[in-house]
């Protein structure tokens, strides 16, 4: 049986599982579609706070996807939801962010300012390439003057189709080092956008996607949900085997395609004809056939690299095929 008919909603992360750089992964968009025909909804949840709504629809649309506005959930929208339950209508906000990050405020009821000097009651921080010690330095002076500190999401890298850059969190962090603040996070690893997501659309069995285990597979579990992990984005197999328990997923996938796949093909156990054993420190793979795989490894293991209470020292392959079967985990 599919994995698919266990769930009435896909929550979906952007980068790293859906597209790279705005390029799709492969199989990914013929995989989303499939699920929609068979009646499964897709949303998309992303830390990304660079483009609004609408922009981001339009990008799905553009690789082949059905997406409008309301099928989409950024952290930027969720950072201004969650400033909302400490602001007032007409407060003075300021925004380090991307200007579609400032028109959600502005349109959400607020008065985005400059500078540290027009006394804004809260800093909005997202993800913005174009800013710089200025920007930064502005937050820090009002921070320190008293704003409430709300970021979109912590994300320390921002996968891209040249490798991993700056992320949000990165930047943060300078502003915490220089105000020694602690700012409320609204996106992923929360189960806040996930709850919100899975609302929107009256999931009531709802299935978190993602490709980074500290943020997409920790906020949908830390939401309840089962989650789903690809391998074609930031955590791979060793942050995987290294992975604490809140981060874990339910699934292991190569790819979105893997989505078709059985529950019970797609969680940790073991496959493909090996076999894993404790050996003091270390677990050994055994076995395995011409035909077996790396993912099918990857599973063997996980089931017992987790039943321990500290993660392995090494994974140490014993026969042809789990040599094989290893020697491209990251």
């Not at 799905?60 to 059905?66: N, Q, V």
């Not at 921080?125 to 502005?138: K, V």
């Not at 996106?187 to 709802?206: E, L, Q, Y």
């Amino acid at each position: 049986m599919s994995l698919l008919s266990t769930y009435d909603a896909l929550l979906l992360d952007l980068d790293g599982t859906v597209w790279e750089g705005g390029r799709a992964i492969d199989g990914a968009v013929e995989a989303i579609n499939s699920a929609t025909d068979a009646g499964i909804r897709g949303i998309y949840v992303t830390n990304n706070a660079m483009r609004g709504p609408e922009v981001v629809a339009e990008k799905l649309r553009g690789i082949g996807l059905t997406a409008t506005e309301d099928d989409v959930v950024t952290s930027a929208q969720a950072a201004i939801d969650m400033a909302a339950e400490m602001l007032e209508p007409g407060d003075r906000v300021y925004v380090v962010g991307t200007d579609s990050f400032k028109e959600l405020a502005s349109r959400a009821g607020y008065t985005v300012v400059d500078s540290a000097d027009d006394e804004p009651k809260a800093v909005l921080h997202g993800m913005n390439p174009n800013a710089g010690w200025r920007e930064l330095s502005e937050a820090a002076l009002a921070i320190r003057a008293g704003a409430r500190y709300f970021v979109s999401n912590l994300d320390t890298t921002l996968p891209t189709e040249r490798g991993l850059m700056v992320g949000n969190g990165s930047m943060v962090a300078a502003v915490i080092s220089a105000t020694g603040a602690r700012p409320y996070s609204a996106g992923k690893p929360g189960p806040a956008m996930f709850h919100s997501a899975a609302t929107r659309i009256n999931a009531s069995t709802p299935l978190a996607v993602g490709d980074r285990l500290d943020t997409d597979i920790e906020g949908g579990n830390a939401a309840g949900m089962d989650t789903f992990q690809v391998l074609t984005g930031v955590s791979g197999q060793l942050a995987l085997l290294e992975a604490r328990k809140e981060q874990r997923p339910t699934y292991i996938a190569e790819s979105l395609t893997d989505l078709t796949k059985s529950r019970d093909e797609l969680r940790p156990g073991a496959q493909g004809g090996f076999t894993a054993r404790i050996d003091g420190d270390d677990i050994l793979l055994e076995r395995g056939t011409a035909e077996s795989t790396s993912i099918q490894a990857l599973r063997t293991v996980l089931q017992v690299a987790w039943a321990q209470s500290k993660e392995p020292n090494l994974i140490r392959p014993m026969s042809e095929h789990a040599e094989r079967a290893v020697s491209g985990w990251w």
